[in-house]
């Protein structure tokens, strides 16, 4: 706050970055503001836990601060990670389709990802697959979320339904070392232009 107070440039602010921390306020700040999130829930008390599950079948779950990625809720987490005496964790409804990692900066999608998720069945194991999504449909109403949080730079987690980005994170302190080396370079170089305010390179 005090760089913003002395006039300096900074990519995300302390208003962006508290988002990061706790993901339930984010989730509710987004809904509050009209956004379209799914059905979750917050919470350490086994009897509300079970009944949310009851109502969404199939739950993914995440914990409530920092960063981590959604996954399946089975009864390895719920025997673990449900307890009064530990902190609350984060469930949302399974969306049933692959997420979709968007990189939004100063307004404008830089790229958005298609992420199969890894699995294990018998000896077939597959690792995570990532492909080049459009975005064009969307791309409105992310940069519109990412602003809403005060942020500037930041990864979007979502899944399409009825045409509309259903936000399930934004990460205001993305890391994309985990790219594919392609993918990585495109970025690097749409990110370093968009903040030097160069035209964007041509895709390949």
Same mark, same amino acid.
């Given at each position: =706050?005090?760089?913003?107070?002395?006039?300096?440039?900074?990519?995300?602010?302390?208003?962006? @970055?508290?988002?990061?921390?706790a &993901?339930?306020?984010?989730?509710?700040?987004?809904?509050?503001?009209?956004?379209?999130?799914?059905?979750?829930?917050?919470?350490?008390?086994?009897?509300?836990? %079970?009944?949310?599950? %009851?109502?969404?079948?199939?739950v993914?779950?995440?914990?409530? *601060?920092?960063?981590?990625?959604?996954?399946?809720? @089975?009864? &390895?987490?719920?025997?673990?990670?449900?307890?009064?005496?530990?902190?609350?964790? @984060?469930?949302?409804?399974?969306?049933?389709?692959?997420?979709?990692?968007?990189?939004?900066?100063?307004?404008?999608? @830089?790229?958005?990802?298609?992420? *199969?998720?890894? /699995?294990?069945?018998?000896t077939?194991?597959?690792?995570?697959?990532l492909?080049?999504?459009?975005?064009?449909?969307?791309?409105? %109403?992310?940069? =519109?979320?990412?602003?809403?949080?005060?942020?500037?730079?930041?990864?979007? *987690?979502?899944?399409?339904?009825?045409? &509309?980005?259903?936000?399930?994170?934004?990460?205001?302190?993305?890391?994309?070392?985990?790219?594919?080396?392609?993918?990585? *370079? /495109?970025?690097q170089? =749409?990110?370093?232009?968009?903040?030097? %305010?160069?035209?964007?390179?041509?895709?390949?």
């Amino acid at each position: =706050r005090d760089q913003d107070r002395r006039g300096v440039r900074v990519v995300n602010s302390w208003d962006a @970055l508290r988002f990061g921390f706790a &993901k339930a306020r984010l989730l509710a700040e987004l809904k509050r503001a009209g956004f379209f999130v799914p059905q979750w829930l917050c919470s350490n008390e086994m009897p509300v836990v %079970e009944r949310f599950c %009851e109502e969404h079948g199939r739950v993914m779950w995440r914990p409530n *601060t920092g960063r981590a990625m959604w996954q399946l809720f @089975l009864d &390895k987490q719920r025997k673990h990670c449900v307890n009064p005496g530990k902190p609350p964790v @984060l469930l949302a409804a399974h969306p049933e389709q692959a997420f979709v990692r968007a990189f939004v900066c100063s307004g404008e999608v @830089l790229l958005a990802l298609n992420c *199969t998720a890894p /699995y294990v069945e018998g000896t077939e194991e597959r690792m995570e697959e990532l492909s080049v999504c459009d975005w064009g449909g969307v791309a409105d %109403e992310l940069a =519109r979320a990412v602003s809403q949080i005060r942020a500037s730079w930041a990864q979007v *987690t979502y899944v399409v339904q009825d045409g &509309k980005p259903c936000i399930y994170d934004i990460d205001v302190d993305p890391r994309y070392g985990w790219m594919p080396a392609e993918f990585r *370079t /495109y970025l690097q170089v =749409r990110l370093a232009r968009k903040l030097l %305010e160069l035209p964007a390179p041509s895709a390949a």
